[in-house]
Each structure stands twice: as structure tokens, then as C-alpha cells.
């Protein structure tokens, strides 16, 4: 009978920055609240700090700095230990890296966007972007269709597509960058100016009709004043009736004028009508 050997199991590797902190824990939750267990909590803080340096640098190379992330992490460390329970008899590891990497994501999640873009998109976002990690592994290493997207993904075609759109949000470009690396241009050479004559092409549409139906002295009135640009006296002169006459003319018709615009067009109430 040969003799069975036995393989000794592997021992698990354990982490330098895992330090054995279970008694500290106990310690902690067996203190009130008060001065000596804030002291407490900082040291099992900072005890903890490499582990949590570690899970940042995961997600470094994403627009912020290491830094940063350090410091998120760290407040999610805080928070960690802040609610531990040992006496639930869970490790401290498998509770602190979720708290510590939920903190990491919710920062990139509220504050890394240049522009707010809903929480829906967002997540909608990092399933598109998964996808097409995971499908983009062809040698052409073209982008797989919507189609191809929404069947690996489970999402809609419409919500693949709000999700392709928001991958190229997550941050901004000054008016001032070049779009083809040319310094001759910028982003704003390319922006559009609103023009002011826009507005006048709408005034003149909407006063038309109403002109036609003036009598014919108002409209000669009109015509000399606004048209020929001839001064209240010449007006006048030219048709045989006093400066005064002419005057209050010109007030009554305008007012007429505008009053049948606006009543025929309420939305350009305030615009005044141009002969």
C-alpha cells in the first residue's frame, strides 16, 4: 500500500496594506462617543490609509488627478470605520472596499462631469462604453453597431444611442482650442451670431397687411416719413397740411398700425411694426 501524500494547502496572500486591526475595532465600538474615540478612529484610519491609496490607484487616468482620488478615498475609509460593526463578524476588508470604491465612483459619478448630465445617462454611458470594450476586439478595431451593442447590452436601440452621445460629454472644450490642431482656427470661429435684421424681416411681414388697408393720405404719410426719410415740415409742405397735422397723423397711424399687429399676433406684442 503506498503511502498518500497530502499537498498542504496554499496559505492566502495577504496584503501589507491589511494590517490586524480586529482588537482596535473591538476597542473602538466599546468606546463612547467623546474625544479619546475620535483619537481612536483617526489612528485605525490611517492604519487602513495604504488600502485605501491602493483602490484609488485603480482608477487613475480618468481625468483626475492621483491625488484626488486619494483624498475621496480616504473619506470613504473615514466612512468605513466610522461604521464598522465587528459584531456582525464580517472582516473589515469585504465591508470597507465597497464603502471606499462607492465612494470613488459617486465622486466621478457628481463632480467629473463638466456639464450635469442625468444619473440615468450616466449609467447608461458606462454599459455602452462596457459593450463595446467587450465587443470591440476585432482586428479592424471598428465600433460595433447599435444594433450589436443593444443586443449584448439588454438596453434599447434609443438608449444605446443616449448612451453613444454621452461618451463624448464627460468633459468640454475651450472656445478657444483648435478642432483640427490648426491654430489658424478656433471652436468659436466656427459659432454662429444671431442676426439683426432677423427681427425686422418679422416686423415688416406682419405690418404689411395691415398697411394696405390704410387710406391713402396715412400711407403716403408713412411712405415720405419712414421711406423717403422727409422731415415732418416737408411732409407737409408736400401735401398741404400743417407740420401739427402731420404729426399727429403719424402718432394715430403707428398706434393703429401696432394695436391690428398685436391683436393678430400675439406673440409679437412689444415688437414695434416697421413700415
Not at 475620535?38 to 483626475?64: I, T
Not at 444611442?161 to 482650442?177: I, N, P, T, W, Y
Not at 404719410?221 to 423717403?228: D, H, N
Request: hydrophobic fraction near 35%; charge should be neutral; include cysteine.
Amino acid at each position: 500500500m503506498c503511502a498518500v501524500r497530502y499537498r498542504p494547502q496554499r496559505a492566502r496572500h495577504s496584503h501589507d496594506d491589511a494590517p490586524d486591526t480586529s482588537e482596535g475595532f473591538k476597542k473602538l465600538a466599546a468606546l463612547p462617543e467623546g474625544p479619546e474615540r475620535q483619537a481612536h478612529s483617526e489612528r485605525l484610519v490611517e492604519a487602513w490609509l495604504p488600502m485605501a491609496h491602493r483602490l484609488a490607484a485603480k482608477y487613475r487616468n480618468r481625468g483626475e488627478t492621483l491625488e484626488d482620488l486619494e483624498q475621496v478615498a480616504a473619506l470613504g475609509l473615514v466612512k468605513a470605520v466610522d461604521r464598522y460593526d465587528p459584531a456582525h463578524g464580517t472582516p473589515f476588508v469585504p465591508f470597507a472596499v465597497p464603502t471606499i470604491v462607492g465612494e470613488i465612483r459617486r465622486h466621478f459619478r457628481d463632480h467629473t462631469w463638466d456639464v450635469h448630465v442625468p444619473r440615468r445617462t450616466q449609467e447608461l454611458r458606462n454599459k455602452v462604453r462596457a459593450s463595446v470594450k467587450e465587443l470591440n476586439t476585432g482586428a479592424d478595431g471598428r465600433t460595433p453597431g447599435i444594433e450589436r451593442i443593444a443586443e449584448h447590452s439588454g438596453l434599447s436601440e434609443e438608449d444605446v444611442k443616449a448612451g453613444m452621445e454621452a461618451l463624448e460629454s464627460f468633459s468640454s472644450l475651450s472656445l478657444d482650442a483648435s478642432p483640427n490642431g490648426s491654430d489658424d482656427l478656433s471652436l468659436v470661429d466656427a459659432l454662429g451670431s444671431t442676426e439683426p435684421g432677423f427681427e425686422s424681416v418679422v416686423a415688416r411681414e406682419a405690418v404689411k397687411p395691415c398697411l394696405r388697408e390704410l387710406p391713402e393720405r396715412q400711407r403716403k404719410v408713412l411712405y415720405l416719413r419712414f421711406f423717403r426719410d422727409m422731415t415732418q415740415s416737408s411732409i407737409g409742405a408736400e401735401l398741404g397740411i400743417s407740420q401739427m397735422h402731420v404729426s399727429r397723423l403719424l402718432s394715430r397711424t403707428c398706434q393703429e398700425v401696432r394695436r391690428r399687429v398685436e391683436r393678430e399676433h400675439p406673440t409679437g406684442a412689444g415688437h414695434r411694426p416697421a413700415a
